[in-house]
């Protein structure tokens, strides 16, 4: 619906002046589910632009903020959770890169889903806690993990200023309906010299260059597309200085995987998927890059 949708100028410079990256298509011939969830495979629809002054990418016109918050509110994803095993290894390592920069302290993960992020820095050591808008997540981090979760946003949190040591955005910025305002009040929340944390899906990567359109990180869900120029300049204009660039590893079921292929790519699925269930290894976790990265950097 016309009135469900928003014009946005670019979220780092200001600008309103674009080139269209990706035209809109129509919405019938989406594929994929799960529409606002952490797990979500539903392809994008809407039109991808570039800002012409910055290099920013970013969806417009794209769903009201409003609704945007709402739908990840009411979210449920038995999904994204049923991955515990891959997930819990994956935010493991995210851990120790996180303490070879910091001390262990006060550290919040953004939009931290189910909270396993937030249950691995509980037991590693670290005073721990999460912010997360959809409350079955909340509910299902604090009932399964023991996480120290929180329904909500951050900026609403209204967390007390220079308080914590790390904040984290693990797959969560390019969600936000305004990444320069969260990255803001991170700086804000953080301890003079504190530690901001953020992966994100590289849309400058060969990966993402070679699919085009059939990119698998093109999803619904995604409000902005980085590149390591503009996260960095975003990110320096929020006021921190970029520390550490590197690619980001995650580890999943091959099961799983093997399903996120299914919206792009059906004969391929069917092949892989027969292949994974006669051999009966769809529990076996595989580490992967798939064109994200991870950008670590320091308030000023």
């Given at each position: 619906?016309?009135?469900?949708?928003?014009?946005?100028?670019?979220?780092?410079?200001?600008?309103?002046?674009?080139r269209?990256?990706?035209?809109?298509v129509?919405?019938v011939?989406?594929?994929?589910?799960?529409?606002?969830?952490?797990?979500?495979?539903?392809?994008?629809?809407?039109?991808?632009?570039?800002?012409?002054?910055?290099?920013?990418?970013?969806?417009?016109?794209?769903?009201?903020?409003?609704?945007?918050?709402?739908?990840?509110?009411?979210?449920?994803?038995?999904?994204?959770?049923?991955?515990?095993?891959?997930?819990?290894?994956?935010?493991?390592?995210?851990?120790?890169?996180?303490?070879?920069y910091?001390?262990?302290?006060?550290?919040?993960?953004v939009?931290?889903?189910?909270?396993?992020?937030?249950h691995?820095?509980?037991?590693?050591?670290?005073?721990?806690?999460?912010?997360?808008?959809?409350?079955?997540?909340?509910e299902?981090?604090?009932?399964?993990?023991?996480?120290?979760?929180r329904?909500?946003?951050?900026?609403?949190a209204?967390?007390?200023?220079?308080?914590?040591?790390?904040?984290?955005?693990?797959?969560?910025?390019?969600?936000?309906?305004?990444?320069?305002?969260?990255?803001?009040?991170a700086?804000?929340?953080?301890?003079?010299?504190?530690?901001?944390?953020?992966?994100?899906?590289?849309?400058?990567?060969?990966?993402?260059?070679?699919?085009g359109?059939?990119?698998?990180f093109?999803?619904?869900?995604?409000?902005?597309y980085?590149?390591p120029?503009?996260?960095?300049?975003?990110?320096e204009?929020a006021?921190?200085?970029?520390?550490?660039?590197?690619?980001?590893?995650?580890?999943?079921?091959?099961?799983?995987?093997?399903?996120?292929?299914?919206?792009?790519?059906?004969?391929?699925?069917k092949?892989?998927?027969?292949f994974?269930?006669?051999?009966?290894?769809?529990?076996?976790?595989?580490?992967?890059?798939?064109?994200?990265?991870?950008?670590l950097?320091?308030?000023?």
């Amino acid at each position: 619906m016309a009135n469900a949708m928003e014009h946005v100028k670019c979220n780092l410079c200001g600008a309103d002046d674009y080139r269209v990256v990706y035209a809109a298509v129509d919405k019938v011939s989406a594929k994929g589910e799960g529409g606002y969830s952490a797990a979500s495979t539903e392809l994008l629809t809407d039109q991808v632009v570039q800002c012409n002054k910055c290099g920013l990418i970013y969806l417009d016109p794209r769903p009201k903020s409003e609704k945007v918050v709402d739908d990840y509110s009411n979210a449920v994803d038995e999904k994204y959770v049923s991955q515990s095993k891959g997930r819990l290894r994956t935010f493991e390592k995210c851990a120790e890169f996180v303490e070879k920069y910091s001390k262990k302290g006060k550290i919040l993960d953004v939009g931290a889903a189910a909270g396993f992020f937030v249950h691995t820095a509980q037991k590693r050591g670290w005073q721990a806690e999460g912010i997360e808008p959809s409350k079955w997540m909340v509910e299902w981090g604090k009932n399964n993990l023991k996480a120290n979760l929180r329904a909500g946003t951050l900026e609403k949190a209204k967390y007390p200023a220079d308080y914590f040591d790390v904040v984290t955005y693990w797959d969560v910025l390019e969600h936000v309906p305004d990444p320069m305002a969260s990255l803001k009040e991170a700086n804000r929340i953080l301890k003079k010299g504190g530690l901001v944390v953020v992966n994100y899906p590289d849309i400058a990567s060969n990966l993402a260059k070679a699919a085009g359109r059939k990119w698998w990180f093109l999803l619904s869900v995604h409000l902005y597309y980085f590149t390591p120029d503009s996260i960095s300049k975003m990110l320096e204009a929020a006021g921190f200085e970029v520390v550490k660039t590197k690619r980001h590893w995650q580890k999943l079921s091959l099961g799983y995987l093997v399903e996120r292929v299914k919206p792009y790519n059906k004969l391929l699925y069917k092949v892989a998927d027969k292949f994974v269930k006669a051999l009966n290894i769809g529990d076996r976790q595989i580490t992967y890059y798939l064109s994200q990265r991870l950008v670590l950097a320091r308030k000023k």
